[in-house]
């Protein structure tokens, strides 16, 4: 069992100028008012319980749980003409939501080589402090197996998640307002399956590991509701809707060689093209990041128990690759780079 009690506060006085280079130097152009880009302060309190107790009978085990959320938002607007803070002007709103919020899991071992387990929970986000925001609401379900035959070790789970309410958030990072709100986005039904596999190349006799691991997720997302938004990333949403920035597939293969001395790790990592917006445009290239396959590598050297030498190259290929188009176009993944360091470790 526990307990938490939390409080935190923001008091945000946010403006903006205009600059320009030129010739190398960088000169102020213009004065923003004060204020105008953010002019309030906000506060949460927010307590949090939990139980927690795990069952077992011979071989199964059971951990039931429940979870308490209680949190209280809000908020005092200024205004962006009020810099002075003057109180006749001022907007105050508030936010309440509470939340029970159960779940169980389970684990069933048939032998040291076979298990299975699962689980069914409740999910929770909460709201904003904008009067009558819901929180963000969740069913999830996850069934899976650990498998181990000789050198092969495995995960094989699949997941559904039931959203009745999806928050979504007016950032700037995401080509929004960047006011912070957040903002119901209906139901979406989020699917898939995971599969991960490691197997160890090298002979048990030698004084010497290769072992190799694959990862793998399938993920389908899919809005279950209409509905709009003047934000970039969903826009006018139809049931049937991709959720942006979720790519479907996603993989990754790192190869290792660790010996007493030397470490060397090699990984390939694929994901696929993803729209940026659920609405129809998604389905135009412009509104679509391109899919990418990365080669990183990096090697550690043990010169002592303690004292070790550290390389990591990005980007082996220098491959030029999109990770976002918003804010305000392209968002670039990490070009060629080295990077090399010292671990001491105490």
């Given at each position: 069992m526990g307990a938490r009690l939390h409080y935190d506060e923001e008091d945000r006085f946010q403006w903006e100028d205009g600059y320009r280079i030129e010739n190398g130097t960088l000169s102020l152009t213009s004065e923003g008012p004060q204020g105008a880009k953010g002019n309030r302060i906000a506060g949460a309190q927010a307590l949090a319980t939990y139980a927690l107790y795990k069952f077992k009978?011979?071989?199964?085990?059971?951990?039931?749980?429940?979870?308490?959320?209680?949190i209280s938002l809000e908020r005092e607007d200024f205004g962006e003409a009020n810099p002075n803070r003057n109180i006749a002007e001022l907007i105050r709103r508030k936010n309440n939501s509470t939340a029970w919020i159960p779940g169980i899991g389970f684990n069933y071992t048939f032998s040291n080589q076979l298990s299975l387990f699962g689980g069914l929970h409740k999910g929770f986000s909460p709201p904003g402090n904008a009067p009558g925001e819901l929180p963000e609401s969740s069913i999830n379900y996850e069934l899976g197996s650990r498998f181990s035959s000789g050198k092969l070790r495995g995960e094989f789970i699949g997941f559904f998640n039931d959203y009745s309410n999806l928050l979504g958030s007016d950032l700037a990072?995401?080509?929004?307002?960047?006011?912070?709100?957040?903002?119901?986005?209906?139901?979406?039904?989020?699917?898939?399956?995971?599969?991960?596999?490691?197997?160890?190349?090298?002979?048990?006799?030698?004084?010497?590991q290769l072992p190799?691991?694959?990862?793998?997720?399938?993920?389908?997302?899919?809005?279950?509701?209409?509905?709009?938004?003047?934000?970039?990333?969903?826009?006018?949403v139809a049931t049937g809707d991709r959720v942006p920035y979720i790519p479907q597939n996603q993989w990754s293969l790192t190869a290792r060689v660790i010996h007493e001395k030397i470490e060397f790790n090699c990984n390939a990592r694929y994901?696929?093209?993803?729209?940026?917006?659920?609405?129809?445009?998604?389905?135009?290239?412009?509104?679509?990041?391109?899919?990418?396959?990365?080669?990183?590598?990096?090697?550690?050297?043990n010169l002592s128990s303690r004292l070790k030498l550290t390389t990591q190259v990005v980007n082996l290929l220098n491959e030029t690759y999109l990770v976002s188009r918003v804010p305000a176009g392209f968002r670039p993944g990490h070009p060629f780079g080295i990077y090399s360091g010292v671990q001491f470790d105490l």
């Open positions: 009978y011979n071989k199964l085990t059971l951990t039931p749980g429940l979870r308490m959320e209680s990072a995401s080509g929004g307002t960047g006011s912070l709100d957040q903002f119901n986005a209906g139901s979406v039904h989020v699917s898939g399956i995971e599969l991960l596999l490691n197997f160890d190349f090298a002979p048990e006799e030698v004084a010497i190799v691991t694959f990862a793998y997720t399938l993920t389908d997302a899919i809005f279950q509701s209409s509905f709009g938004s003047d934000a970039d990333i969903w826009g006018a994901t696929s093209a993803f729209h940026i917006q659920a609405a129809a445009l998604a389905s135009s290239e412009s509104a679509t990041v391109p899919s990418n396959f990365i080669i990183d590598l990096s090697a550690k050297y």
